[in-house]
């Protein structure tokens, strides 16, 4: 247990130390705060007590909900799960009174939204008032009640909602839990790449949009960091900030351009399939990309008339994107793919380690996850599920076990059912409410590949819910991948998303080489690579329109009963591959409790749905 190396963080740049003057104002009284943490902590360590820690987080983004605990081990929840609404974020209540009570016309909730431009999504607000059912809903069958907590950790937010939330109320839900609410936002990007990858040692890139406002920095944001991670003490050797160094910027003004929501980078990812090259061509001399891993890159508004020169306007939302519109989505993917591949470069040089851990919001792109990676000389990478924002609570918590409480290394890199599991009585209680019937199965896995080989789209519900944005098969829509028209009728008939957007496969990982063209692991389908040429025409529901795919692998370690399906699957086709959704229909969180999966069912042309070991079939319900 040695935290010095890391608390380095907090009192000096290693570049861009603070003046004399902010160093007095604001460096003295962080570091008071943090050696008292440090020493209530080590206290209640030597005691030989165990813990319970909770991590938190809250951005524009979402919110999220994390348990470390060395009695229980480690349970994670999206508020926006347990809320049912996407983007579902905390605030504090003096926060919205305040906004409730000034003399503006406008709506608290909406005006909440445009205190901050980047943030042009209402998400739905939740009070304080909701902790305890929140809390409840994450230590679900725990005998753990808030007096048990040890510790809270949170890291600071964009938007200051923290602030007040955290720092005025968590002493009094937690009444015996040591409080810290501070972390900066890319130190816990760090923490959460790197603590749960089961790597001893790693070289660490973080990249997103960019943190909060930092008094160190003279109130800049950073974009960008690498770091030399040992055990759990980090060496960072860069820095880089917005808007400069901004590969999240620079992909948002181009998602933006093409009408697409924040949240929506996806879409763009998954558009770029489609364009060509020429825009990007025409585009390449705006990046100018530096010997150090940084770059530049002009303004939101210089890049649309660079735009309009290109002979393209914006899309406006819904509209069908044009093929320009596709050369544009592609000239994003392109400029942000040499934009990490420079910064990869430059990590490489500071670094002798074979391992990358990434993090950030732009480790979600699993194109460019792909291509830097291999342009690389690292040899194996991890990218924890949930590599964003949102996965801010895991990294907190991680970081308090490791670095104060003194626990373990976990390993994080198996499995994402985090979510709090649900008793088969909540499964019973759920069918009942709904009045349906129902048929208790003896395999659910082989029932499940049974349906599905037989073309159904069928609902999975098993364990605890996924904390990434992506299903592997703990809340998933399965479907067979061999028929060509699947990926329409999927849309037509469930999902009502873009026909340009793929639908990814998940595979037995023993199998992978002979479908796709993948070196190591993609258990949390972050990696796009090549489908093999020869076996294009076998999957063709999740072959994407450039022959790549978005791929899972699954073993029977990671999770058993997916991995029977998909083998019972193949002894059924002669192929160990089935099409992977998520749970949800467009615009709503993945489900999260059985009931939410009968309603979804219900809602939707879904022909079964296998929750537990109970069968629902449309039958049944008509
Ligand atoms: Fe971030």
Redesign the pocket.
Known sequence: MNPEPELKLFVAHPYKGPTPLQRLLFSRPWERATRNFVRQLRRRTRSGSEYNIIGLCS?GHGASIALVSSRYGVRALNLERFAGRKNAIWMAREEYRELRESEDPTPAGIRFCLKDSQLRLPPMLVFEDTWEAVFAALVRGLPLTPRDIDFVVGSESHFGINKGWLGGHLSLYFPRAIVRTDLE??AV?RYQAFLGSGFSEAAVL?A????EPLPRLDGKRISMTFANAVDSSFSVFAEYTSPESSP?RVYNSFNNFLGFEPGEEGKTMGLSSYGRDDCYHHLRPLLTLNDDGSFDFPSEEVLKAALHDYGVKRRRHKMQPSEKHEDVACAAQLLLDDMMRNAVAALERGTTSKNLCLA??TALNSVTNERVFRGSRFENIYIMPNA??LG?SLGCAFYAERVFAGGPPRRLCDSDGLGPPYSETDVEEAIQKRGLASIRVQDPAACAAQLIAQGQIIGWFQGGSEFGPRSLGFRSILTDCRDPGMKDRLNDRVKHREGFRPFAPAVLEEKVGEYFDLRGHSPFMLRVVDVQPSKQSVIPSVTHVDGTARVQTVTEKNNPLFYRLIAAFDSLTGVPVVLNTSFNVAGRPIVETPLDAIDCFLSTEIDSLVLHDFLLTKEAVA
Do not use: K, R
Request: proline share 0%; glycine share 34%.
């Open positions: 951005t936002h890319h990007h973080t997103d949009a960019s943190g999240g950030g919001g964003g924002d801010h």
